[in-house]
């Protein structure tokens, strides 16, 4: 009886067994920590109950708190540079750095007329002229103290090379001081450069035309 029993079993294999191939999977999600579900549901689309957590809130509130003597501070205070004159400044020092590595300029036609033709030197020579010559020239050259620079007259100069001339040793008597000691030589090349193009500009001015009219300056060499 045993033997038909062991020898029935062997000749009549079992069925394969149907489990859910799913179940596993089912079984794997089960130990998965579950979260609240939202009540509300848009297009089919639920969401978890997930809350923004603690530390979030700390920063957010801290930011509140910090913006308010921050904007009294910077809005208020006229001493404090605006995002502006920062970079102004920024920029002006990285012209400063850079024209240091040119080297000792030539107080000659040539250099004055390339120099008149870069854009980013004749920046750095407008602040030279705001700062030293405005106060005599007017803030466009449109003469205040000193003649008017806008216009084809002179009254010390007769070739562009003069212009340099005029600013180391000054003129006048006097009346226009020697700058000679206060900028350095390519410094003088710059604001030399930066007047020669105010001319042909023709600004209005208090001054009557000063002197004679000259020649055009002379076109720089391609």
């Known amino acids: 009886m045993s033997t038909t029993s062991i020898g029935s079993t062997a000749n009549h294999p079992q069925p394969h067994s149907h489990a859910d191939p799913h179940a596993d999977h089912d079984a794997g999600l089960s130990m998965v920590p579950t979260r609240q579900v939202m009540d509300h549901e848009y297009d089919g689309i639920q969401e978890y109950d997930n809350p923004t957590p603690g530390w979030w809130h700390l920063i957010f509130l801290a930011s509140t708190l910090f913006a308010f003597p921050y904007i009294i501070y910077y809005e208020t205070n006229s001493d404090v540079p605006s995002v502006t004159d920062s970079y102004e400044q920024d920029k002006a020092e990285h012209l400063n750095r850079e024209f240091a590595l040119l080297g000792p300029l030539q107080m000659d036609e040539p250099t004055i007329l390339r120099m008149m033709q870069d854009a980013k030197w004749m920046e750095k020579a407008g602040r030279l002229f705001a700062t030293n010559c405005a106060q005599c020239h007017g803030a466009l050259g449109q003469g205040l103290v000193g003649p008017n620079m806008t216009d084809d007259h002179y ?68």
Not at 160 to 175: C, E, F, P, R, Y
Not at 188 to 196: C, D, T
Not at 200 to 215: C, F, M, Q, V
Request: charged fraction near 20%; glycine fraction near 8%; avoid cysteine.
């Open 155 to 222: 009254k010390n100069l007769k070739v562009l090379t003069d212009m340099t001339k005029v600013i180391s040793n000054g003129a006048a008597q006097g009346a226009m001081p020697p700058w000679k000691g206060t900028l350095s030589d390519n410094n003088i090349v710059l604001v030399s450069a930066y007047m020669a193009n105010l001319r042909g500009k023709n600004l209005p001015s208090t001054r009557p035309p000063e002197g004679d009219p000259i020649a055009p300056w002379p076109k720089p060499k391609q």
